[in-house]
């Protein structure tokens, strides 16, 4: 056992479900059934995107090596990671049960990253041979001086946009819009989010003149998503300052 996974709380987003720990250790199988997830994905990604295409995948400290692993298996190509600087909720616990007995230890760091798994569809040939066909092999500069850089101050996702989309995970439209921007070098193609949800990364496309397409079998979010997206890709978020 070698990593896990943390749950979200009953009442994280405003909506009670039944209580579950903070923290589940994941065993071999649940590893395996994860590298076999994003082993298929992978290879549906590399079906669905043309050469050069900048691939993001959220994840955590404990599992960011196992979807990197298993998505370069499927033949992408792994280009680091964007760290999103944030105080999470995860980690910094006493032992459970020992606390008293061990008031100065804590299991496991207060997270205070989210790591991002960067990849990339091969190229077609070299990046500006790729640029020229392709329209993408590389990231969107910030400005003539300043290059999209791999570390964003992030804040927690705000409680007004919470209460326009209600969704667990929801990342910030602060965060997300500066990952979209950069993710199309040349400004010119489509973001596509396969795990679409509320449609947040939606939203950050049509914020910055992107074109976007989401998925998402969950049909209630897909409900919210036609409502939201355009609440909040119209809402004007504090600019963060690049690092």
Known sequence: MGGGVWRVPPSFDGHRRSPLPRFT???EGAHAALHDFFLEFGRLVLRATVPGANVIVASNPLLAHLVAGAMTQAGLELRGNIVRLVMT?????RPKNAHLEFPDVSVMPRSMFEPWVVLRHPLDGRVQDN???WKTGGFRRISADKPFGDVIKSNPTPVGEKRIAPHPSLKPQAFLRRLVYASLPMGDGIVLDPFAGSGST???ANAVGYESIGVERDLTYVTMARSVVPKLAALSVQQ???I
């Open 25 to 27: 250790v994941l065993d």
């Open 131 to 133: 640029l020229r066909k």
């Open 240 to 242: 963060i300052d690049p």
């Open 202 to 204: 939606l939203a950050a």
């Open 89 to 93: 909720m995860r980690g910094g616990d």
